[in-house]
């Protein structure tokens, strides 16, 4: 008899898509939180924006280099134990931010946030690819994604708040402090899709009949562990790969825009006062925030429509990296509103085009998720490495216009890549 006909599957796979979604809030604010402290920090420390360049940069270096050794590390160990050791590790540095004395002391507890936070994605990626059939996926990626920017809109006037009550040093110690708390809640709720106790077995059969690999989010035994190979490491580069890959970097370098010098643009090259500023900072994460769900909804329901899932989900990432290019539109105006409604039109298609992790579900060889999300992730921190040291070059000795063009000709070339190299979207291997 089947199981999946006579009894109605649970909805565990739900509460695990909430845990994601709470760990990416957390992950986001704990990049962002220097964004916010980022003036009264150069006025402490005696920074210029090049030096403040460098010390936004630091997090992705580490957070870049790490992304294939965290792959590999996840494949071997699982989500849920590289889960825990990532949150608990970022959130010791992030506290530990609060107390530092000066440049390169925050740069050395910025890199190691990198360090830790560099399994994050990937880890997301391989829970939604083991929880979630084919035909929900893009969805829930959708959802989880949302999370770094619903948080910063919400979080962000929050600890401005903090920072002008109490001081900068309080916004890494109390985002540090949650972070701590939340790994260990991780550790003794989570556990994958055969090991949970709020799944039934329709459940189970439903997400593996829609193609969900319920047996890929545990550990890698030693007897199934393979040696990679020549063939193996071309399957990653595969050109359907590599244009995700460089379509990653175009979303990440307008992200890390935003997550770096976007509230320092507003004051320090608009003149727009603190908190006039503080209620412009949250309007583009909200459209980015509305963006990201409008385009895993769209793409779902494509696939329910008929169309391929090509279609479905590189239409929007296309779309919204057109969209992203309308930053430079900022450079010819000194209004508020029209400057807020641009950034805000830029991070809104820059969230439409922010459900590429649900290619690389479909993309990427079933043996290599793990590490295939891990180059797929380090190629997109290209993007938050050079975007806060060409920004921060740029705006020391021309201003921000300049810079500003850049992300936009980035975004152009990312869209280019999506429509050029990527071509029908099949599983490689």
Not at 350 to 360: D, E, K, M, P, Y
């Amino acid at each position: 008899m089947d199981i999946s006909v006579t009894t109605a599957p649970s909805k565990r796979r739900y509460i695990t898509l909430l845990m994601i979604f709470v760990t990416v809030v957390i992950c986001y604010v704990d990049r962002a939180n220097l964004a916010v402290a980022s003036v009264h920090i150069q006025q402490e420390f005696g920074i210029n924006k090049t030096q403040m360049g460098y010390v936004f940069s630091a997090f992705a270096w580490t957070y870049t280099l790490c992304q294939i050794p965290g792959g590999w590390f996840l494949d071997r160990v699982g989500s849920k134990m590289t889960y825990f050791i990532a949150i608990f590790g970022w959130s010791v540095a992030t506290l530990g931010q609060g107390f530092a004395n000066g440049l390169i002391s925050l740069m050395g507890l910025r890199a190691i946030t990198g360090m830790f936070e560099a399994p994050a994605f990937p880890t997301n990626n391989r829970m939604v690819t083991s929880w979630f059939p084919e035909q929900e996926r893009a969805s829930a990626v959708g959802f989880f994604t949302s999370g770094q920017f619903v948080g910063l809109a919400f979080l962000t006037p929050l600890l401005i708040w903090v920072q002008e009550m109490l001081s900068w040093h309080w916004v890494f110690i109390l985002t540090g402090g949650v972070g701590i708390i939340w790994s260990l809640i991780w550790h003794f709720v989570y556990q994958p899709p055969r090991k949970s106790k709020g799944i039934n077995a329709a459940e189970l059969h439903y997400i593996a009949a829609g193609g969900g690999m319920i047996d890929g989010d545990a550990p890698t035994t030693k007897a199934k562990r393979i040696p990679m190979t020549v063939a193996d490491w071309k399957l990653i580069f595969n050109r359907k790969l590599v244009g995700v890959y460089l379509g990653q970097f175009a979303v990440t370098s307008t992200l890390w825009f935003f997550l770096t010098w976007f509230p320092n643009y507003l004051t320090q090259e608009k003149h727009i006062g603190a908190l006039t500023a503080g209620f412009m900072t949250t309007v583009p994460f909200l459209a980015a925030f509305v963006g990201v769900l409008l385009s895993g909804i769209f793409a779902d329901r494509m696939v329910r429509k008929g169309k391929s899932i090509g279609f479905a989900r590189k239409t929007p990432i296309i779309c919204g990296l057109l969209l992203s290019t309308c930053i430079m539109g900022a450079n010819y105006t000194d209004d508020p509103f029209w400057i807020m409604a641009l950034m805000a039109l830029a991070f809104f298609g820059n969230g439409f085009a922010s459900i590429t992790w649900s290619l690389v579900s479909s993309l990427a060889p079933v043996r290599l998720i793990g590490l295939t999300g891990g180059v797929f992730n380090f190629v997109g921190g290209l993007g938050g490495i050079t975007v806060p040291l060409v920004v921060g070059y740029l705006a020391q000795d021309y201003g921000f216009a300049p810079a500003l063009i850049y992300i936009a000709a980035v975004a152009l070339l990312g869209a280019l890549s999506y429509i050029c190299l990527v071509g029908e979207v099949k599983r490689v291997g």
